[in-house]
């Protein structure tokens, strides 16, 4: 959607630090963000998530530290400037309930002075599927349409940058689903997308990378990255019937570190490399007359490290 | 003072025209005010003698319904930022590119003209219904050249000033019925200073009418920039400040 500058990160913060008071909303937190990718930032409830959205929207000035978005410094006065470049929907839609779905966005497209908003406006809506919905007043709307209003409103001035605050927060099932195909679409098209979330799969399915936030940044990648970092690889093996010597059939077989019995016909080897240990392990099976039942990876989700990474403090450290 | 974008300005003026319209608790209190300033001195000039024609012509009654321009805008101004700040609304408006000078002066414009046009309509029935239907000779003596030019001038003076003082209360007030009680206070001495030259305690001479506009326009000027210096979008967005 939006031209991509090729010049530095679309989004970049240097011990970023947000205090009220005495109280730490956030602090230390630095990261880079590419054009171009979509960037979760997952932490509980009083993290900093929103106020870090806040931060880096100019809506608040940050306590210390620097940042850049969109390729200019945040600032004050670079305010302006850096909000004609990006787009917050925040997790409330805050929409004018007595004013119609079109009139929302014609007050958004001229706030933006976007070029020939009604094209603008058309565009935005055919993206949320809400063209024939434009007349409607938006306190008419469902939780689900006002969510999907907001998201038509934060694509109106085609953003470098879209922060999207809790996009799916109170949203069922069907809606979801919606909008996580337009955030897909929205980054599959270019749109650099900062995704602030609780819902963990959400995160999995749409997020390049993450970071997982709890006041201070406990760790930043790919989900497959933090995977690794935190989690062993490993493989489940399924027998029919136990075996016999299951130290005979596991002990040295290439890409196996360890393993151990994890029930009845169960087992669960810790494993350097999945693509060398589970061939290795098949046929030390089938050579030891086993009757394999299954040989499985397993995989941890990002739910397992986000858990491990909230419960314990210590921050894991980041390539 | 930065350059202002015309276009975002009259944004949010439309936007909160469109408001206005759809809002019964707005356009009530919109109405109410004028009628409470309508019906009273009907009825009570409609039931004078012709004799008192003469007395009445050494008075200025009528520039209470100055009043008019004084609650009515003071009431809509002071709900503006507050409710915004309620309902959600204001966090989405300050991610635009939206400078607060423009949001403010957008905030006055909007209230100004409706209050302009109720203060002017009313003003109008109230002299048609005299010159219809009070005692000949009441009319000539209640309306005078210098009076209704006074009317028309200090209208909007009035109400652009009421409305700097009900922006400014809503900026920083929490609750709007709060903020709208406390804007009628704060503009309870434009009343005061109207009620006494309508009793002719302060004497209306063309000195005074001059001087109350400079200091009004002056009023108008600093008001924005006070309001503005106000719109902290940090205290407003968050409710507290680094």
């Known amino acids: 959607m939006s031209a991509t500058p090729d010049r530095g990160p679309a989004i970049s913060a240097k011990g970023l630090t947000k205090r009220f008071g005495d109280r730490v909303a956030f602090e230390g937190v630095s990261f880079e963000i590419g054009y171009g990718e979509v960037f979760g930032f997952l932490g509980p409830n009083g993290a900093g998530k929103t106020t870090t959205v806040r931060t880096l929207g100019t809506l608040i000035a940050p306590t210390s530290g620097s940042a850049t978005v969109a390729g200019i410094a945040l600032a004050p006065e670079n305010g302006v400037e850096i909000r004609r470049r990006i787009s917050i929907m925040p997790e409330l839609p805050g929409l004018y309930l007595r004013l119609s779905v079109r009139e929302n966005l014609e007050c958004f497209a001229d706030l933006y002075e976007v070029e020939d908003p009604d094209d603008r406006i058309e565009r935005s809506l055919r993206a949320v599927n809400l063209l024939d919905r434009e007349r409607d007043l938006c306190g008419s709307l469902s939780k689900g349409l006002r969510q999907r209003v907001a998201l038509a409103r934060a694509l109106l001035p085609d953003p470098q940058v879209l922060f999207l605050d809790e996009p799916t927060s109170g949203l069922d099932p069907a809606a979801t689903r919606d909008v996580h195909e337009l955030i897909a679409g929205l980054g599959d098209s270019g749109v650099t997308i900062f995704l602030t979330t609780h819902r963990l799969e959400e995160a999995e399915r749409l997020c390049d990378r993450v970071a997982i936030l709890n006041t201070r940044l406990r760790t930043i990648g790919t989900p497959n990255e933090l995977r690794d970092r935190l989690f062993s690889k490993s493989l489940t093996v399924k027998t029919v019937a136990p075996l016999e010597h299951p130290e005979q059939v596991f002990a040295g077989l290439p890409g196996v570190e360890d393993w151990r019995q994890d029930g009845d016909g169960a087992y669960a080897l810790a494993v350097s490399d999945p693509a060398v240990a589970a061939p290795a392990t098949i046929r030390a099976l089938v050579a030891a007359d086993a009757d394999v039942l299954w040989v499985a990876e397993s995989r941890h989700s990002l739910e397992d490290v986000y858990l491990e990474l909230i419960d314990h403090h210590e921050p894991v450290a980041q390539p | ?242």
């Open chain 2, 1 to 242: 003072m930065t350059r202002l974008s015309r276009r975002r300005v009259i944004a949010i003026f439309r936007k909160e025209l469109r408001d206005y319209r759809r809002n019964r608790y707005m356009l009530v209190t919109m109405a109410v005010i004028p009628i409470i300033f309508l019906v009273q001195p009907v009825a009570s000039i409609l039931s004078l003698p012709a004799a008192a024609a003469v007395p009445l012509s050494r008075k200025h009654e009528l520039i209470y319904m100055l009043g008019i321009p004084a609650l009515v805008p003071a009431l809509v101004a002071a709900a503006s930022i507050v409710t915004e700040r309620q309902q959600g609304t204001l966090e989405p408006i300050l991610t635009t590119p939206l400078r607060r000078e423009e949001f403010v002066l957008a905030k006055a414009l909007a209230p100004l003209i409706p209050s302009v046009a109720i203060s002017y309509l009313v003003y109008a029935l109230f002299v048609v219904i005299i010159e219809l239907f009070a005692h000949a000779g009441i009319a000539s003596a209640l309306f005078s050249g210098h009076l209704v030019i006074a009317q028309i001038v200090f209208t909007p003076l009035i109400a652009a000033w009421s409305i700097w003082v009900g922006l400014a209360i809503s900026t920083l007030s929490n609750d709007v019925r709060a903020a709208q009680q406390l804007s009628l206070l704060g503009n309870l001495p434009v009343v005061a200073v109207v009620v006494l030259i309508s009793v002719n305690v302060i004497h209306a001479t063309a000195g005074l009418a001059l001087g109350l506009g400079v200091a009004l326009l002056v009023g108008y000027r600093v008001g924005w920039r006070v309001v503005s210096a106000l719109f902290d979008r940090e205290r407003l967005i968050t409710g507290t400040r680094d």
